[in-house]
């Protein structure tokens, strides 16, 4: 059975930094494009990054550029989220995206395999 689960969120200040983990149980983790996307109350899903499956590429969301940076590890079937100099309004759900394709997680649009998310509050 494929599964994501994401780890890591909480309740922080802003300014402050949190790092997400997605572990993932797919076979042949490697080659999956992996992403993150997120979701606010009352608020469309958003993109927020992606990672192509060797980690050479990578594609952020125009509100987290400079802030945020995804990364994986294939040893361990696990991607990341460093989430810095978080605000008020990264306050979602962030849900862990996987797809073996590229071009929907870096288009932004979706993914096929999803987590069931984690919650993330910044208060200023």
């Known amino acids: 059975q494929v599964q994501l689960v994401e780890s890591g969120g909480g309740l922080v200040q802003a300014g402050d930094s949190l790092r997400l983990s997605c572990a993932a149980s797919?076979?042949?983790?490697?080659?999956?494009?992996m992403g993150w996307f997120r979701q606010a109350p009352g608020k469309e899903r958003d993109f927020v990054a992606g990672?192509?499956?060797?980690?050479?590429?990578?594609t952020y969301g125009d509100s987290v550029k400079g802030r945020f940076t995804i990364s994986r590890d294939n040893a361990k079937n696990t991607v990341y989220l460093q989430m810095n100099s978080l605000k008020p309004e990264d306050t979602a759900v962030y849900y862990c995206?996987?797809?073996?394709?590229?071009?929907?997680?870096?288009?932004?649009?979706?993914?096929?395999?999803w987590g069931q998310g984690t919650q993330v509050t910044v208060f200023s």
């Open positions: 990672i192509s499956w060797n980690g050479d590429s990578t």
């Open positions: 797919l076979h042949f983790f490697s080659v999956y494009t």
């Open positions: 995206a996987a797809d073996p394709a590229l071009a929907p997680i870096f288009k932004g649009v979706g993914a096929g395999v």
